[in-house]
């Protein structure tokens, strides 16, 4: 730059304090007002649990009758459905999570967070990931203790640590997702269609509600290929006291895959989706 | 002895700029379809100073303000706050400086002094400070009796004030206002042009943008007139009003002339040495605008007059008014440039501008 005005290093301004402090303070600040919101208006909280609570007992109850050993390991129907259910939950949670942002980014409160002097602009970002994490695992712990109630199991507390990591795994990819969206479409308008056409599909082209062995060739690739399947299956293996990272969880029409695979893809994913969206958030908050 | 003019202490009084803008443009929209917002906008904010931005709606006011606040960058230009280039370091311009936008987004759900408390987060201040300066703005502001209510059933009045608040929060060097009081009732247009003297008068340098002449008039120390991206005239409010010189004038033989009688007085009035551009304004009963050079002129025009037998009716003498400096700049009145982007304006495109 061969600017005619000599430039003062911002040095000048005095020492800068810790930018882990100023992070975590800017984050925390940012995360306490999307409590804040959610405890002035719980709609999206009590819909967020009401919503897999009616899947699980209308759904569960619709194939109560179904023939006992009709499915793999003799299970019922609700102790099958359950791991659908609550991997749904927090799916459908985390995509909700761009929501906020694009509510922010229309309204022009993301103007205020960007004419301030955060340290790093991630803490946006980094607050809604909190937010959507902690929510969605409270509505999953929700959902978990009901079909308990219903007498569909629990995991136990080894299988209850593999639920959650399988949890928190999706919820940073599908949450990488909803936020990329929401910096990408234009409005909440835009965002919401894409969150409502892709909810219901994902959910029934995965093992959710039926096993792979009931779909027709075209539609088991679909679900051996989804990523709710990969949540799926080891969280249903740890209902069925299966721990193992190395056991098989699912026959998939390219091979075997053990709940350690299922794991590592979930984490690609979420890592593959961050990348991926990364540059997108550096030119919407530079 | 020679060269003491220059070379005196008196000569190196002039404050420091705060603020550098040079040859800012910027564009939106691609092609036919873009529009210019700025074109070459060249501005210097001393230290110290309540600076106004005068112009219409689209003459660039918003776009200026906002690249200045790191909110947008430039297609090309520089921007120096106190020294510091803002599109290199935008961060540490972003500390010096408060930003109260046009359109006040605040979050309706929480209580004002929650969002003061978020805002404090976000410029990192240390959480006792935050709690006493939080107070210190809720009685500057008269804010007490609702501060704690949800910002949701706030006027537009305790909406701009709480912005204010937002802006000043972090003790500002400097604090940016986009049109602050468009849209108020009185009593809270007076409370803020109150607050902006005092803060003034403390040390911060002010700039805010306006289409109201009065409320350039009443506040600002300097201004600048824009015009479709680029500053016509500027300097201090009584400078621009001097430099026109003379006194305006209008003069009605009777309360109601005729076209005639007016153009006799004209031509009259034009034989008078010291007058200058005299109008008749048909609007106002054929009465008559015009200049005059200095304060004898209109004694000479009694005098003329009445050896005429032309009664007076009314005379009206004023100094020149920023009306004035901005109809010698831009050749209409500024009210004449509101009439005339009143219809062209697109909220939508305007809003899809300020979107990230």
């Given amino acids: 730059m061969t600017s005619a005005i000599p430039t003062l290093p911002s040095a000048a301004l005095g020492p800068e304090p810790s930018a882990l402090a100023e992070i975590t303070q800017e984050t925390l600040a940012l995360t306490r007002r999307l409590f804040v919101q959610l405890q002035r208006r719980p709609s999206t909280l009590v819909a967020g649990v009401l919503q897999p609570l009616i899947w699980l007992v209308l759904f569960g109850a619709l194939f109560a009758k179904a023939p006992a050993g009709l499915l793999p390991g003799g299970l019922s129907y609700g102790r099958f459905l359950g791991a659908g259910v609550i991997v749904f939950t927090a799916f459908s949670g985390a995509l909700n999570a761009g929501l906020p942002v694009m509510f922010d980014r229309?309204?022009?409160?993301?103007?205020?967070?960007?004419?301030?002097?955060?340290?790093?602009?991630?803490?946006?970002?980094?607050?809604?990931?909190?937010?959507?994490?902690?929510?969605?695992?409270?509505?999953?712990?929700?959902?978990?203790?009901?079909?308990?109630?219903?007498?569909?199991?629990?995991?136990?507390?080894?299988?209850?640590?593999?639920?959650?990591?399988?949890?928190?795994?999706?919820v940073f990819a599908v949450t990488a997702l909803s936020l990329g969206l929401a910096f990408a479409l234009p409005g909440h308008i835009e965002l919401i269609a894409v969150i409502f056409v892709a909810n219901l599909p994902l959910l029934f082209a995965s093992t959710a509600l039926a096993p792979l062995s009931f779909m027709p060739g075209w539609l088991?690739?679909?679900?051996?290929?989804?990523?709710?399947?990969?949540?799926?299956?080891?969280?249903?293996?740890?209902?069925?006291?299966?721990?193992?990272?190395?056991?098989?969880?699912?026959?998939?029409?390219?091979?075997?895959?053990?709940?350690?695979?299922c794991l590592l893809v979930l984490a690609a994913l979420a890592a593959g989706l961050f990348l991926l969206i990364r540059p997108l958030l550096d030119r919407k908050l530079s | 002895m020679h060269g003491q003019a220059h070379s005196g202490e008196g000569e190196q009084r002039s404050v420091a700029p705060l603020v550098e803008l040079r040859g800012l443009r910027k564009r939106y929209g691609r092609g036919n379809q873009g529009v210019e917002a700025l074109s070459g906008l060249d501005l210097t904010v001393p230290a110290g100073s309540l600076y106004g931005l005068l112009g219409p709606n689209g003459a660039g006011k918003t776009t200026a303000l906002r690249i200045l606040c790191t909110l947008l960058a430039p297609d090309a230009g520089a921007v120096q706050v106190a020294g510091i280039d803002a599109l290199q370091e935008p961060r540490a311009v972003r500390r010096l400086l408060g930003y109260v936008a046009q359109e006040v987004a605040i979050d309706k759900i929480l209580t004002g002094r929650e969002l003061l408390e978020l805002q404090g987060d976000l410029y990192h201040l240390d959480r006792g400070d935050r709690q006493g300066r939080i107070g210190e703005l809720v009685d500057l502001l008269g804010m007490a009796p609702w501060i704690d209510r949800r910002c949701g059933g706030y006027s537009g009045g305790m909406r701009r004030r709480l912005d204010l608040a937002c802006g000043l929060l972090h003790r500002p060097r400097l604090?940016?206002?986009?049109?602050?009081?468009?849209?108020?009732?009185?009593?809270?247009?007076?409370?803020?042009?109150?607050?902006?003297?005092?803060?003034?008068?403390?040390?911060?340098?002010?700039?805010?943008?306006?289409?109201?002449?009065?409320?350039?008039?009443?506040?600002?120390?300097?201004?600048?007139?824009?015009?479709?991206?680029?500053?016509?005239?500027?300097?201090?409010?009584?400078?621009?009003?001097?430099?026109?010189?003379?006194?305006?004038?209008?003069?009605?033989?009777?309360?109601?002339?005729?076209?005639?009688?007016?153009?006799?007085?004209?031509?009259?009035?034009?034989?008078?040495?010291?007058?200058?551009?005299?109008?008749?304004?048909?609007?106002?009963?054929?009465?008559?605008?015009?200049?005059?050079?200095?304060?004898?002129?209109?004694?000479?025009?009694?005098?003329?007059?009445?050896?005429?037998?032309?009664?007076?009716?009314?005379?009206?003498?004023?100094?020149?008014?920023?009306?004035?400096?901005?109809?010698?700049?831009t050749g209409r009145t500024l009210m004449d440039a509101e009439l005339a982007v009143a219809g062209s304006r697109d909220p939508k495109a305007e809003r899809k501008q300020s979107m990230r």
């Fill in chain 1, 106 to 170: 229309e309204f022009g409160f993301l103007n205020r967070l960007l004419v301030a002097p955060l340290r790093s602009r991630s803490s946006i970002v980094l607050a809604s990931v909190l937010y959507i994490t902690v929510m969605s695992l409270v509505q999953s712990l929700a959902i978990m203790a009901t079909a308990a109630l219903l007498g569909y199991g629990w995991p136990g507390g080894t299988g209850l640590l593999l639920v959650l990591v399988t949890l928190l795994l999706l």
């Fill in chain 1, 220 to 261: 088991g690739w679909l679900a051996a290929l989804n990523p709710l399947t990969f949540a799926i299956e080891p969280i249903r293996a740890a209902y069925a006291g299966q721990l193992s990272l190395t056991a098989v969880v699912l026959e998939a029409p390219y091979g075997s895959i053990t709940a350690g695979t």
């Fill in chain 2, 175 to 329: 604090l940016v206002l986009d049109e602050p009081t468009v849209g108020l009732d009185i009593e809270s247009r007076t409370a803020i042009w109150g607050v902006l003297r005092q803060l003034c008068a403390e040390g911060t340098t002010v700039l805010l943008s306006s289409h109201y002449l009065e409320e350039v008039d009443a506040l600002a120390d300097h201004l600048a007139i824009l015009e479709a991206g680029r500053v016509i005239a500027e300097g201090s409010p009584a400078a621009l009003k001097g430099a026109l010189g003379g006194d305006r004038v209008t003069l009605r033989v009777r309360e109601f002339s005729t076209p005639e009688e007016a153009g006799r007085v004209q031509r009259l009035l034009e034989g008078c040495p010291g007058v200058r551009q005299v109008v008749v304004n048909q609007a106002q009963g054929y009465s008559l605008n015009l200049v005059v050079e200095h304060e004898g002129v209109v004694e000479q025009l009694r005098r003329q007059l009445a050896d005429a037998e032309l009664p007076v009716f009314a005379l009206a003498q004023s100094r020149p008014s920023l009306d004035d400096v901005y109809l010698q700049a």
